[in-house]
C-alpha cells in the first residue's frame, strides 16, 4: 500500500513540474509573440513632423525601438535609390553627355536628396522621443552623422545638390522655415499693434496731464514720450518672445550692460538727473522767456539730456541739464505781468515836477500798460550830467517789450515838445598856461 501510494504521490509530482513548465515556457513565447506582434506605427514618408511628434509621446520604449528602427529602413532605402541615382549622372557625366536625360536626372536627384533630409528630420524626432524616455538610440545617430558626412565630402555637385535638397526641405519643415515664417509674421504683427498702441498710449497720458494745473508742460511731454516707449519697448519683448529668444537672459544682460554703461556716462547720467529735477521743481516751462547762465532765449524744447533754447534773434542754443540746474535761472514770463523799468535823464536846469508828470501822464495812457498796480515816477539818481528820472509802468508778460520800445519813443518825442533836454555825457576841459 505504501509503494502504491509512493507511486501516485511521484506521479503528482511530474505532473506538477511539467505543468509549471509549460506555463513558464507558453509566457515566454507569449511575451516573445507580444514583441513580434509590434507593428510600426508612424513610419510613413508623408506624415508630418507635428503629427509624428503627438503619435511617438504615449510610445514606450520598445514601441519606440520598432519605430526607429523602421524609419532607419525608410531612412536606407532612400538613401540607396540617391545613390543609385548618383551612379547614374557620374556615368552620363564620364561619357560627357549633356542631354535632357541627365538634366532630368538631376532634378530628381535632387527631389530625393531632399526627401532624404525630410526622412533624417524624421527620424531624429524618434531618436529625441527614445531618448527622453531612456532608451539608448546613439548607434542611429552616429549613422546619421557619418551619412551626413558622407554626402557632404562628395563631388562639388553632390555638394551643392545636397545644400539645395537641404534648404528645401528646412522651408518646408514645420519646425524650419514654416516656423519662422510663422513667428515673424506675428512678431511683425504684435511690433506693429503695440507701436499703434504707443501712440495712443503717449497721447492718452498727455490729455490726462494737461487737464491738472500743476503739472508743467515739460513734464507732460516727458510723460507722453515715457509712456509711448514703455509700451513699444514692452512690445519689443513679446516680439523676441514670439521669435523664441528667451527674454530672461536678454534682461540680465541689459542690466549688466547698462550698469557697465551708466558708469561710463556719468556725465550724461547727471544731466538725467538734473532733468528730472527740472520737471518735478518746474523753474521754468515750454514758452518761457529764461536767462540760464548768462544765455537768454524762449524754452523750445527739454529731453532727459538738454535744454533747448530759442534766441530772440533766431538762434538754437542747447544747454546740458547739469549747466542748467546748476546756475541761476531767471524766468521773465515765470508770472502774468511784469514791471517795466524805464531810466530818463535830464538837464539839472529842467523842470523835474513838470518831467516826472510827462513819463506819469504818458505811461499811464498807453493802452497795454495796467491800472493796479499803478505806474510810479521817482528821482532815482542825480549823474554827473543828468538828473536821472525812472518811469515804471506794470504789464502783462507778453507785452513788455512793445511797451519799452513804444514808450521810450513816444517819450523822447514829447519831452521834445516841452523843452526837456535829455542831456548826454559832458567834460570841461581847463587849459593852464605856464
Excluded at 547727471?270 to 520737471?279: E, K, Q, R, T, W
Aim: aromatic residues 6%; charged residues 25%; glycine residues 8%.
Amino acid at each position: 500500500m505504501n509503494e502504491h501510494l509512493k507511486s501516485w504521490w511521484g506521479r503528482i509530482t511530474v505532473l506538477v513540474c511539467l505543468s509549471f513548465a509549460v506555463s513558464v515556457t507558453g509566457t515566454g513565447l507569449m511575451a516573445k509573440d507580444e514583441s513580434a506582434d509590434l507593428l510600426p506605427l508612424t513610419a510613413e514618408s508623408e506624415i508630418s513632423i507635428e503629427t509624428l511628434r503627438v503619435k511617438v509621446r504615449p510610445l514606450e520604449v520598445d514601441q519606440l525601438e520598432v519605430e526607429l528602427e523602421s524609419w532607419v529602413d525608410l531612412l536606407k532605402e532612400k538613401i540607396t535609390e540617391v545613390g543609385e541615382v548618383e551612379i547614374q549622372i557620374n556615368a552620363l557625366e564620364k561619357a560627357g553627355d549633356d542631354s535632357e536625360k541627365r538634366e532630368a536626372l538631376k532634378e530628381k536627384f535632387i527631389e530625393l536628396r531632399t526627401q532624404e533630409a525630410d526622412l533624417v528630420a524624421r527620424t531624429k524626432v524618434v531618436i529625441s522621443a527614445l531618448a527622453a524616455k531612456g532608451g539608448d538610440a546613439s548607434e542611429t545617430e552616429s549613422y546619421i552623422a557619418a551619412i551626413s558626412d558622407l554626402a557632404a565630402s562628395g563631388d562639388s555637385e553632390s555638394r551643392a545638390a545636397a545644400i539645395v535638397a537641404a534648404s528645401k526641405s528646412w522651408l518646408r519643415s514645420p519646425d524650419g522655415g514654416l516656423r519662422l515664417l510663422k513667428q515673424s509674421g506675428l512678431a511683425i504683427g504684435i511690433i506693429l499693434v503695440f507701436w499703434i498702441i504707443s501712440r495712443y498710449a503717449g497721447k492718452a497720458v498727455g490729455k490726462g496731464l494737461e487737464k491738472r494745473k500743476n503739472i508743467s508742460g515739460l513734464l507732460t511731454n516727458f510723460a507722453k514720450k515715457m509712456a509711448g516707449g514703455l509700451v513699444f519697448v514692452v512690445g519689443l519683448l513679446m516680439a523676441l518672445s514670439a521669435l523664441g529668444v528667451s527674454v530672461g537672459p536678454v534682461m540680465a544682460a541689459m542690466g549688466a550692460g547698462g550698469f557697465i554703461i551708466g558708469f561710463a556716462l556719468q556725465e550724461t547720467l547727471g544731466n538725467f538727473a538734473s532733468g528730472l529735477m527740472i520737471m518735478i521743481y518746474r523753474p521754468f516751462d515750454l514758452k518761457d522767456y529764461v536767462s540760464i547762465a548768462g544765455d537768454e532765449g524762449v524754452v523750445k524744447e527739454m529731453s532727459l539730456v538738454s535744454t533747448t533754447l530759442l534766441s530772440l534773434d533766431n538762434k538754437v542754443l542747447i544747454i546740458p541739464n547739469k549747466g542748467v540746474w546748476g546756475n541761476t535761472i531767471i524766468n521773465f514770463t515765470g508770472e502774468d505781468i511784469r514791471r517795466v523799468d524805464m531810466t530818463f535823464g535830464i538837464g539839472y536846469g529842467d523842470d523835474i515836477p513838470k518831467a516826472m508828470k510827462v513819463l506819469e501822464e504818458m505811461a499811464a495812457a498807453h493802452p497795454m500798460t495796467l491800472e493796479d498796480p499803478k505806474v510810479s515816477v521817482q528821482v532815482v539818481e542825480l549823474g554827473d550830467s543828468s538828473v536821472n528820472l525812472c518811469c515804471r509802468p506794470w504789464v502783462k508778460s507778453s507785452d513788455y517789450w512793445p511797451v519799452m520800445w513804444e514808450l521810450t519813443r513816444d517819450i523822447k518825442m514829447r519831452f521834445d515838445e516841452d523843452g526837456i533836454s535829455i542831456p548826454f555825457p559832458q567834460r570841461d576841459v581847463h587849459m593852464i598856461q605856464g
